[in-house]
């Protein structure tokens, strides 16, 4: 592994199934900023003992390393929730949030039906037609597969 490189986040600290205080210390410094020399040294961990730690979290996919420290983490299915959320608000306002909560563990396998479901449903939450459409050509830009039907 490459210690310059800059691991991000891909689920929430809430979601992380790992209870090792030193493994978790990890994962909280990956911020898709920093690199893993640095993440290590501010974990306060071992070289050897740090290294093991990331790789775990990437072996299993709760960080990722980007092609460029300011690409990890963007597009992680926690950042993906965030996205729809964010923007079904501006049609429902703070239930958004609430209506798209449970919809976090359905995208920790990240395929491309789950984030079709979570498309879905941001849009069964809105009653007129054009709010949806708006609320589409939205995420569309984003690179989301949608499908209108």
Sequence with gaps: MDIS??????IELTALPIKDGKVRRLFILADGKRTVS???????????EGLEGIQQLLTHNFL???ESGSEAGKHTPAA???RVTEELAEFVGPFAAVAMEP??????NDSDSARQEVIEAALA???????????????????????TK
């Design 64 to 66: 990722a390393i980007g």
């Design 38 to 48: 640095e993440i290590i040294r501010q974990a306060m961990v071992a070289e050897n």
């Design 125 to 147: 939450e809105i009653d007129s037609n054009e709010d949806r459409q708006e609320l589409l050509s939205v995420l569309k830009p984003q690179d989301l597969s949608v499908d």
């Design 80 to 82: 993906f929730l965030r």
């Design 103 to 108: 919809y976090a563990s359905l995208l920790q």
């Design 5 to 10: 490189s800059v691991p991000g986040k891909c």
